[in-house]
């Protein structure tokens, strides 16, 4: 201990304060970039926002907010600087958002200690509450806004090792975030305050890190999966989405892939494809054209009469005039006559015999919206630059249609891998698939809705090719195995170009096929029914974050109306 104490005062008597502030900012950065995948030392998230609490300690002499800016900056933009390959608007703005948002959580922060007098040596418990509610409340907050980008959440450091996180099934990625919090706050308590409060804040921080990874480890060695088996595979027919997957001249071949690749599939009940996968557009609504690529699906599905498809499509319902159009619907042209809504969709083939060359297929249309790419957020304000903003990543770009619910796509599953008890009879076991499409994988509560509505699994169809062979896709992977683990369903992963993979209801990864490879992941899957605390109540976290922020807020407001006297400040 005294080593740890000699540290802090070499560094607090060598250092100049603008070096000293750079410094922090710049280890807090490291840190942080390094606690997330693909690098995975996640341990070190538990110290990553020690330099962070330094710089906004309220009463240190200056106001050092810049530099806390500043490292989330930094800590952003090394965490998802792949974004630039599919747009660099987007990484500018998505961490520029991201680095405002928790800056402001440190702020709100920094001012209740400030004008509540409340410090971590006269209020630790009260001052840890003001540490925690803001962030948590900011976090609940960014899945809900039209500028939505959380993807680096604290959570989700640990998302590679599922045997860290089995508490995630009571409270959701938002667990992981207070668990952070907390053990970086009383670390830093117990740094300020050697020796006098050194071995009470050192027993709070073991005792938060400790039992959150005890309770999880127990979880995780005896956790047993429920429901029933069935055989599954996801298709990764690997089109480059800039040369390939929007080529119209490659789409006759695109299907013949696709298509042989679920031949390899054949004593599979369920086959997923990634998305957009069907070539072309689907069309509905009034009078839609014919889709000789929509055709050649139904027809190459009966080939495969036993087995359940979900297929990923850009679709196209079609209206008959501007008043029966809704309000994401557009005109072919200025003036024009004919009115569309365009979707980015999964389309679910049932079993043959439940289906006619006429039957439509199972529809979902995506209901989170990539910004700048699928939706114009803000419309009254952003549409004087919506040309600026909007990125046309092939397929369909702008504003699209959304669906109002997370209903699950339903349809019973037989086939040889489900036998009932009298040697080769087949018995039914209903699907109730959760069809998540790419972006909306990362929204733990809005998949909690679907389960909520009967999900008994977890389907992810998905095109991360955009960003190339960088961190992105291998991050996308990682926060699905969060999602089976909040609502302990296993999870079915079709990717375009990779990773996809086979995931249990322990996060565990079974089986996967790596990046810019054709092929298929085959495997059996649980479909399970039991609810998880988590998936019938949400995100209760974040919704006690806010109430308790909101009513901090107002004590503080009332407290600034009287005097008080701060401690004295250090230098």
Same mark, same amino acid.
Not at 46 to 71: E, H, Y
Not at 485 to 496: F, P, Q, V
């Given at each position: 201990?005294? @080593?740890?104490?000699?540290?802090?005062?070499?560094?607090?008597?060598?250092?100049?304060? /603008?070096?000293?502030?750079?410094?922090?900012?710049?280890?807090?950065?490291?840190?942080?970039?390094?606690?997330?995948?693909?690098?995975?030392?996640?341990?070190?998230?538990?110290?990553? @926002?020690?330099?962070?609490?330094?710089?906004?300690?309220?009463?240190?002499? /200056?106001?050092?907010?810049?530099?806390?800016?500043?490292?989330?900056?930094?800590?952003?933009?090394?965490?998802?600087?792949?974004?630039? %390959?599919?747009?660099?608007?987007?990484?500018?703005?998505?961490?520029?958002?991201?680095?405002?948002?928790?800056?402001?959580?440190?702020?709100?922060?920094?001012?209740?200690?400030?004008?509540?007098?409340?410090?971590?040596?006269?209020?630790?418990?009260?001052?840890?509450?003001?540490?925690?509610?803001?962030?948590?409340?900011?976090?609940?907050?960014?899945?809900?806004?039209? *500028?939505?980008?959380?993807?680096?959440?604290?959570? %989700?450091?640990?998302?590679?090792?599922?045997?860290?996180?089995?508490?995630?099934?009571?409270?959701?990625?938002?667990?992981?975030? *207070?668990?952070?919090?907390?053990?970086?706050?009383?670390?830093?308590?117990?740094?300020? %305050?050697?020796?006098?409060?050194?071995?009470?804040?050192?027993?709070?921080?073991?005792?938060?890190?400790?039992?959150?990874?005890?309770?999880?480890?127990?979880?995780?060695?005896?956790?047993?999966?429920?429901?029933?088996?069935?055989?599954?595979?996801?298709?990764?027919?690997?089109?480059?989405?800039?040369?390939?997957?929007?080529?119209?001249?490659?789409?006759?071949?695109?299907?013949?892939?696709?298509?042989?690749?679920?031949?390899?599939?054949?004593?599979?009940?369920?086959?997923?494809?990634?998305?957009?996968?069907?070539?072309?557009?689907?069309?509905?609504?009034?009078?839609?054209?014919?889709?000789?690529?929509?055709?050649?699906?139904?027809?190459?599905?009966?080939?495969?009469?036993?087995?359940?498809?979900?297929?990923?499509?850009?679709?196209?319902?079609?209206?008959?005039?501007?008043?029966?159009?809704?309000?994401?619907?557009?005109?072919?042209?200025?003036?024009?006559?004919?009115?569309?809504?365009?979707?980015?969709?999964?389309?679910?083939?049932?079993?043959?015999?439940?289906?006619?060359?006429?039957?439509?297929?199972?529809?979902? %249309?995506?209901?989170?919206?990539?910004?700048?790419?699928?939706?114009?957020?803000?419309?009254?304000?952003?549409?004087?630059?919506?040309?600026?903003?909007?990125?046309?990543?092939?397929?369909?770009?702008?504003?699209?249609?959304?669906?109002?619910?997370?209903?699950?796509?339903?349809?019973?599953?037989?086939?040889?891998?489900?036998?009932? /008890?009298?040697?080769?009879? @087949?018995?039914?076991?209903? *699907?109730?698939?959760?069809?998540?499409?790419?972006?909306?994988?990362?929204?733990?509560?809005?998949?909690?809705?679907?389960?909520?509505?009967?999900?008994?699994?977890?389907?992810?169809?998905?095109?991360?090719?955009?960003?190339?062979?960088?961190?992105?896709?291998?991050?996308?992977?990682?926060?699905?195995?969060?999602?089976?683990?909040?609502?302990?369903?296993?999870?079915?992963?079709?990717?375009?170009?990779?990773?996809?993979?086979?995931?249990?209801?322990?996060?565990?990864?079974?089986?996967?096929?790596?990046?810019?490879?054709? /092929?298929?992941?085959?495997?059996?899957?649980?479909?399970?029914?039991?609810?998880?605390?988590?998936?019938?109540?949400?995100?209760?976290?974040?919704?006690?974050?806010?109430?308790?922020?909101?009513?901090?807020?107002?004590?503080?407001?009332?407290?600034?109306?009287?005097?008080?006297?701060?401690?004295?400040?250090?230098?």
């Amino acid at each position: 201990m005294s @080593l740890l104490r000699n540290i802090r005062e070499s560094i607090a008597s060598n250092a100049a304060p /603008g070096m000293k502030s750079v410094l922090s900012a710049l280890v807090a950065a490291g840190l942080w970039w390094g606690s997330f995948p693909p690098f995975d030392f996640s341990f070190l998230i538990m110290v990553a @926002l020690v330099p962070i609490l330094w710089l906004a300690d309220p009463f240190i002499q /200056g106001n050092r907010m810049s530099f806390v800016f500043g490292a989330m900056l930094a800590a952003f933009g090394l965490g998802t600087w792949w974004v630039y %390959h599919a747009a660099l608007i987007g990484v500018v703005a998505g961490v520029v958002a991201n680095a405002g948002y928790v800056t402001v959580a440190v702020l709100v922060y920094r001012l209740l200690c400030r004008h509540s007098g409340y410090s971590l040596e006269n209020k630790p418990w009260l001052t840890w509450i003001f540490w925690i509610s803001p962030w948590l409340a900011i976090e609940y907050t960014h899945h809900r806004i039209d *500028l939505d980008f959380p993807w680096l959440l604290l959570g %989700h450091a640990m998302a590679n090792h599922p045997s860290w996180i089995q508490f995630y099934e009571w409270t959701g990625v938002a667990g992981g975030s *207070l668990w952070i919090l907390s053990v970086n706050f009383w670390i830093y308590r117990a740094w300020v %305050h050697a020796p006098k409060f050194l071995s009470r804040s050192w027993a709070v921080a073991l005792l938060w890190l400790i039992l959150p990874w005890g309770y999880s480890q127990w979880r995780y060695a005896t956790y047993q999966p429920v429901g029933n088996l069935i055989e599954v595979a996801a298709i990764q027919p690997n089109m480059d989405p800039y040369t390939v997957k929007f080529d119209p001249s490659t789409y006759a071949d695109q299907m013949r892939i696709m298509v042989s690749l679920s031949d390899s599939a054949a004593e599979t009940a369920l086959v997923l494809w990634p998305e957009t996968a069907l070539p072309g557009f689907y069309q509905t609504g009034y009078g839609p054209p014919s889709n000789l690529y929509a055709d050649q699906l139904k027809a190459y599905h009966r080939l495969h009469p036993k087995q359940a498809w979900i297929v990923g499509a850009s679709t196209v319902e079609w209206h008959q005039d501007k008043e029966h159009a809704g309000p994401y619907s557009r005109s072919l042209s200025e003036g024009d006559l004919q009115w569309y809504t365009a979707y980015n969709s999964a389309l679910g083939l049932p079993p043959q015999g439940l289906e006619t060359d006429s039957t439509p297929p199972l529809i979902y %249309h995506k209901s989170k919206l990539v910004i700048g790419v699928e939706k114009l957020p803000y419309p009254w304000f952003f549409e004087a630059v919506s040309k600026v903003i909007s990125v046309d990543l092939g397929g369909m770009s702008g504003q699209l249609g959304k669906q109002a619910e997370q209903i699950p796509m339903t349809m019973p599953l037989f086939g040889p891998s489900i036998r009932g /008890g009298n040697g080769d009879s @087949l018995r039914r076991i209903p *699907l109730k698939a959760a069809t998540l499409i790419c972006y909306e994988s990362i929204f733990g509560e809005f998949c909690g809705e679907f389960v909520r509505n009967g999900a008994n699994l977890l389907c992810v169809i998905t095109n991360d090719g955009w960003w190339g062979n960088t961190d992105g896709h291998r991050q996308h992977l990682a926060w699905a195995r969060l999602r089976a683990i909040e609502n302990r369903r296993d999870l079915l992963r079709s990717a375009n170009t990779g990773i996809s993979a086979t995931i249990n209801q322990r996060g565990d990864l079974i089986e996967s096929l790596g990046w810019d490879q054709r /092929g298929l992941v085959k495997g059996q899957l649980r479909l399970n029914h039991a609810m998880t605390f988590y998936a019938s109540h949400g995100d209760f976290i974040g919704r006690i974050a806010c109430m308790t922020t909101a009513l901090i807020l107002l004590i503080a407001w009332v407290r600034k109306q009287i005097p008080v006297k701060l401690p004295p400040s250090k230098s």
